[in-house]
């Protein structure tokens, strides 16, 4: 079993950046294909971005490309999302999933961390 647990969040102003992690434990994620969810009020959870294992590939949702960049520090058993030039718009419930490169859907998540954009 892995356990992922988000930190990071809070109130920001328009403009202004956070960074987020999520730690691993349980078993070393060094293998596991990480990522970014949000979910806002009154919608569906949605995907923000994405590391491969090695690090090598990421992927991002054009609401958040040339902003938002994720990171992983394997060694630390730890994933990073660095938010720049926060909208409101990215007010939501961040969330941290993990899973093997062999497996479709995200197998582990975190409790969820809130981020908060005021105008």
């Known amino acids: 079993q892995v356990q992922l647990v988000e930190s990071g969040g809070g109130l920001v102003q328009a403009g202004g950046s956070l960074r987020l992690s999520c730690a691993a434990s349980?078993?070393?994620?060094?293998?596991?294909?990480m990522g970014w969810f949000r979910q806002a009020p009154g919608k569906e959870r949605e995907f923000v971005a994405a590391?491969?294992?090695?690090?090598?590939?990421?992927y991002y949702a054009d609401s958040v490309k040339g902003r938002f960049t994720i990171s992983r520090d394997n060694a630390r058993n730890t994933v990073y999302l660095q938010m720049n030039s926060l909208k409101p718009e990215d007010t939501a419930v961040y969330y941290c999933?993990?899973?093997?490169?062999?497996?479709?859907?995200?197998?582990?998540w975190g409790q969820g961390t809130q981020v908060t954009v005021s105008s």
């Open positions: 590391i491969s294992w090695s690090g090598y590939n990421r």
């Open positions: 349980g078993r070393p994620v060094n293998n596991y294909d």
């Open positions: 999933a993990g899973k093997l490169g062999s497996v479709q859907e995200y197998t582990y």
